[in-house]
């Protein structure tokens, strides 16, 4: 059964550092999200992207984030200088879209830990 | 902005019990309703949806129920098991078009005791 995976499965970086978060999505779908989760808190949106560019963001997607679709495959997340705040898992999810194709399917996430 | 609510927080069944998590939402425009369990160390698994022109939908142990009026829905397991435990977040969707986010509740942690 096609799954969306995400490497790596732990990250630790100080303060300060760029990290990217790297998401294979499943291969024919369009839709491509970023999720958080705060430990013990509920997922939250950051942010969707669709035909190369984003379709939505959330206000913790701030221009500390980015994303980017660099090949046919890859879906990254990139966070220009992490703050300690940033410290959570984060998930990739893709969805086939198109009318009622609106199942998010999620990946097991990246641990990101900020020292 | 859709906002949804969880209840309860935690949830403990004995095995064979039917446990209930009943969610909320305040958008009535939302028209996609999934539920995801999540266990520790993993991510979200989607287990069952259900969409605003139906009232309920089964999956062998699992049901989902939705009030439209009400703006409220539950998950429904039934004859639950040991592995049924982790957490259950329910999510509306708010938009009528894919690449929109979900908006997820706080979350039910079920345990499920033999």
């Known amino acids: 059964e096609p799954e969306v995976t995400q490497t790596p499965s732990h990250q630790v970086t100080q303060m300060g550092q760029e990290v990217i978060l790297r998401c294979v999505p499943i291969?024919?779908?369009?839709?491509f999200y970023w999720y958080r989760q705060i430990l013990g808190q509920k997922v939250e949106f950051l942010v969707s992207?669709?035909?190369?560019?984003?379709?939505?963001k959330s206000e913790i997607f701030d221009d500390q984030f980015s994303v980017e679709r660099p090949d046919g495959s890859n879906f990254t997340l990139k966070i220009r200088s992490t703050k300690l705040e940033d410290s959570a898992m984060y998930f990739c999810?893709?969805?086939?879209?198109?009318?009622?194709?609106?199942?998010?399917?999620f990946g097991p996430g990246t641990r990101l830990t900020v020292t | 902005g859709e906002n949804v609510e969880q209840h309860p927080s935690t949830l403990s069944v004995q095995e064979g019990d039917s446990a209930v998590i009943k969610c909320t939402y305040s958008?009535?425009?939302?028209?996609?309703f999934p539920w995801y369990k999540q266990e520790l160390g993993k991510g979200p698994q989607l287990i069952i949806d259900?969409?605003?022109?139906?009232g309920e939908k089964k999956d062998q142990r699992i049901a989902v129920t939705l009030n439209k009026t009400a703006k409220h829905f539950s998950l429904h397991i039934t004859e639950t098991q040991p592995e049924d435990s982790a957490v259950y977040f329910c999510?509306?969707?708010?938009?009528?078009?894919?690449?929109?986010?979900?908006?997820f509740g706080k979350g039910t942690t079920l345990s499920v005791s033999s």
């Open positions: 999810a893709s969805s086939s879209g198109g009318g009622y194709s609106r199942e998010q399917y």
């Open positions: 291969s024919n779908h369009l839709y």
């Open positions: 992207f669709y035909n190369n560019e984003i379709s939505e």
């Open positions: 958008d009535s425009a939302s028209n996609y």
């Open positions: 259900i969409r605003s022109n139906v």
């Open positions: 999510a509306a969707f708010p938009y009528n078009q894919a690449g929109t986010a979900l908006i």
